[in-house]
């Protein structure tokens, strides 16, 4: 009698997009689901069968705002001490105009993270360190790189599975179309998935969540 075959493991990427993310959580509550543990909110995505290798979470420093520049390092940290990937981008200094009047103004546009997180996937793939794809986004953008992991599938003799992750509120027809599935992050899910208020963090760092996070 022949043994039986050992099922496979699905190892399983998570790319999350910072900016995508605040945006929908700050259309549920307020700031109060932004103390927001990834890694414990991507294990509860996972299926059966199915083992987290990795969870990569992309954004750039606030600018013009001391106080919101510390939250955001505190919660980066937060997120480092449970193992997640914390990539920078930057925001780029731009001058906006209105064309009625000719009054112009400084504004900010953020770069790099969105071309560092496709990067990151398609370079997984790549690797062969994924089997899975998880994409917590709404940026239309992003088509591209699921676009470059069918290439790199077809060169290599294998199919990633791409899945789509909508942030609260958001939504994007083109990634509908370019993912193998999508669904909607509930607000279940996200209450459930906060870090404590206090984290401990290495050295003896200690990471509180933010009182204008409460």
Known sequence: ????????TVRVGVYVDGFNLYYGLRSLRGRRYLWLDLRALALRLLRTGQTLTAVRYFTAPVRGDARALARQQAYEAALESQGVDVVLGRFQEQRASCRACGVSWRTYQEKQSDVAL???MVGDVALDLVDMVLLLSADSDLCA???AVRRVDARRGGKTRVVT?????RRSDGLRVASDAWFPLGEALVRQSQLPELV???DGARYHRPADWS
């Open 1 to 8: 009698m022949r043994d039986s075959p050992v099922p496979q």
């Open 118 to 120: 496709a990067a990151a």
């Open 145 to 147: 790189a699921i676009e």
């Open 165 to 169: 992750v909508f942030p609260p509120g």
């Open 200 to 202: 401990p963090g290495r």
